[in-house]
């Protein structure tokens, strides 16, 4: 059963021919944005046009640095009276990464969402309760639009209030859910505590669970918990957010959709793509998108494409669960967190010394992000309301800037222990 047999079955070579044929009204697309109009290979692709779809080495890549140096204009590709959706990084200081879409976008988006849920096994006959955050997180509308087309009854419950979330479940009768995964175990213990079981009194059968790192085990932990299949969902803001790669019933890996984006998967210090079914960086472009196209775009996702075909049948490859990140980016409580941003709040205070330490743990089956922060030696003096003032200021500024309410804990200038050799800023602890 599929959603788009046409596509989701089509053989490797008409796939490719699509994927050309695709890719050469992205160029086509993308040379209209001031970025790629200034992009040499870009213009040369157009009027000497690829014929394989390897050829695409051929081009620059993109990376996170590239799309905040042009914030906020650079990359659209159409005039901006045709966006009618953005959606932003967080963060009050520096440029957001931004994304824009159009009508056909959004389209398309919700399509490859309702796609990646039927794989799943949910149906127009499921009631569906999101309870990833809306508003600029893709995980709030991407699966909203996607679940609506596919037919389901949906519930926009967004993050957060747990005892709200298991409410509108027994009362709606909710049979599929999406969450972060480490929110689940906190989910799991407010079940408990309210006397409830969540195999017995919800009528959940099905969890999406994605958005963060998360092992094997811990998806096992999740399904034995709650008495359901959960399946992992791997997307990210630049190509969309949800709906890039979805496990199907076989839970063997995660589809990828072929016929809308380019995936490579190289190795990130050499920049060449990495031996079949080796772990690399994973590099993606989009072909289906008007109105920010992205070519060639660094992820920092680290995987590997899982070798043999599906039972399912689907051609499209598969990817293994992500291992980790090129970069020092760290997910707690799916908000997405570079050190730097922290660093950036930090250093612009007079009263903060030098040093701070992050570290993730795991509290009560919940991820909390612990900020130890050295006060400079003439602000550390015994005035307890000043340093609790300030306390209360920095939990504020980081919040404002990551999402997520951190416990900061002031402490006296020398006494963060000195890593050897590099700085080593962040420790997880995370229960994983
Ligand atoms: N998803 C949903 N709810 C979450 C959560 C998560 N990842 N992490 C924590 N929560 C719940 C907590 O359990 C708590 O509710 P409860 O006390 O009724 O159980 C409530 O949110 C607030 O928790 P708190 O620890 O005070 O959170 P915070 O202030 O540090 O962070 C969140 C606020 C959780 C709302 C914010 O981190 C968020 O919006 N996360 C979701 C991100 C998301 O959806 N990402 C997907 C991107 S595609
Ligand atoms: P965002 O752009 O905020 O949606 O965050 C995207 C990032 O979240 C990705 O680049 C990954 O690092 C991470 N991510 C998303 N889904 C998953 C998943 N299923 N497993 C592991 N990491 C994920
Ligand atoms: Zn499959």
Partial sequence: MYWEKDLEVLDRKHLEKLQVERLMTTLQQAVNSPYYGRIPEISKAIKSPIHSIDQIRELPFTTKEDLRNDFPWGFLSVDKREVVRLHSSSGTTGNPTVVYHNHHDLASWANLMARSLFAAGVRDTDVFQNMAGYGLFTGGLGFQYGVEKLGCLSIPAGAGNSLRQIKLMRDYGTTVAHAIPSYLGRLFDVFKEEGLD??????????????????????????????????????????????????????????????????????????????????????????????????????????????????????????????????????????????????????????????????????????????????KKEWFKGDLAFLDKLQKYITRLIRDEVLVRPLIKLVEPGSIPKTEGKAIRVFDRRKK
């Fill in 198 to 375: 969540p195999r017995k009194d919800t009528k959940l059968h099905t969890l999406v669970i994605g958005a963060e790192p998360h092992t094997e085990e811990h998806r096992q932990r999740i399904e034995e918990m709650f008495g359901v299949k959960a399946y992992n969902s791997f997307g990210l803001s630049e190509m969309n957010g949800p709906g890039v790669a979805f496990e199907c019933t076989e839970q063997n890996g995660l589809h990828i959709w072929e016929d809308a984006y380019v995936v490579e998967i190289i190795d990130p210090i050499t920049l060449q793509p990495v031996a079949e079914g080796e772990i690399g960086e994973l590099v993606m472009t989009t072909l289906d998108r008007v109105a920010m196209p992205v070519i060639r775009y660094r992820t920092r996702d680290l995987t590997r494409f899982l070798p043999g075909k599906c039972k399912c049948g689907r051609t499209h490859r598969r990817l293994d669960r992500i291992a980790g990140r090129s970069d020092d980016m760290f997910i707690i409580k799916g908000c997405n967190v570079f050190p730097m941003q922290i660093e950036g709040v930090l250093m612009k205070l007079p009263e903060v010394g030098d040093d701070y330490r992050i570290t993730l743990e795991t509290i009560d089956d919940q991820d909390e992000m612990i900020v130890q922060v050295e006060v």
